[in-house]
């Protein structure tokens, strides 16, 4: 292939990959509006409306799993032979406690709407380790001590802190994608286009990507809810459901406690 031939395509290639990036750069930007400005305002309406049965949703949902392990781990004992005793019944009941407390460890009290994440997490050795060497690029490249505080550090550097502390590899792979891998200063050679086309490719995947993510947020819990939360007549329909949740909750814990006053009654010596 002449040089000609080759400036001609590496050109073509370098401003489709431009393009691209630019793509991703836009979906990206949807993306944190509607993770950093819808979700919380969606959220905050929700929990202004729903808030004080969602909270006691959760509450009965949390006294009733406890109820119900306990209750396992008591016939699990049973059907293995054993006679339930007082050693035995407050063993339980401590395991499920410290089992209680450890699932809630370090954790503050949960949204109904954590933060969406539609992309895989990664936990590879080869691809943590990807992850971690793109994450400290972009540190490097945007640390405001380093480089000063630029509109995309400004906009992005909370967003890149939380994938990172997510092991999004998906949405680092997309911010290390717009910020590096200048091809301009590649040498006009045909192995050059090969590395070129493999970019583009990549980029276009990554771009069809982006794209599912977003239809299938906007698709999901809080975003929608936001028409309806100016609705009457769906507030109270969904308040009549949260009520008929906690209303069945309310008949389990029934049930499991009497249950466990049947077993604790029926303690052996």
């Avoid at 090969?194 to 490719?201: A, C, N, T």
Wanted: proline fraction near 2%; glycine fraction near 2%.
């Amino acid at each position: 292939m002449d040089n000609l031939i080759i400036n001609r395509k590496v050109k073509i290639l370098r401003e489709q990959i431009q393009e691209q990036k630019q793509q991703l750069l836009e979906l990206i930007e949807k993306w944190y509006y509607l993770r950093y400005v819808v979700q919380p305002r969606i959220q905050f309406e929700y929990e202004k409306i729903f808030g004080d049965l969602e909270n006691e949703l959760e509450e009965k949902a949390s006294i009733c799993d406890n109820m119900e392990r306990k209750i396992e781990l008591f016939f699990v004992k049973i059907n293995r032979g054993m006679k339930i005793n007082r050693k035995i019944w407050n063993f339980v009941e401590k395991s499920v406690e410290e089992q209680k407390l450890q699932s809630t460890k370090g954790n503050s009290k949960a949204s109904k709407f954590s933060p969406l994440n539609f992309e895989r997490t990664e936990n590879g050795d080869n691809l943590n380790k990807d992850l971690n060497k793109m994450y400290k690029a972009l540190v490097k490249q945007l640390h405001p001590d380093l480089s000063g505080e630029t509109e995309f550090f400004r906009k992005f550097w909370v967003p890149i802190q939380d994938a990172y502390k997510e092991r999004n590899y998906s949405k680092i792979r997309i911010f290390y994608k717009i910020l590096n891998e200048n091809f301009d200063n590649f040498d006009f050679e045909e192995d050059t286009i090969v590395k070129l086309e493999e970019e583009l490719k990549e980029l276009r995947l990554m771009v069809a990507i982006e794209k599912r993510v977003l239809e299938r947020m906007v698709t999901q819990e809080p975003f929608v809810y936001e028409k309806n939360l100016k609705n009457p007549y769906w507030i109270e329909e969904h308040r009549k459901k949260l009520k008929e949740k906690i209303s069945f909750l309310d008949k389990q814990i029934d049930f499991n406690r009497r249950l466990l006053e049947k077993i604790e009654e029926n303690l052996e010596d």
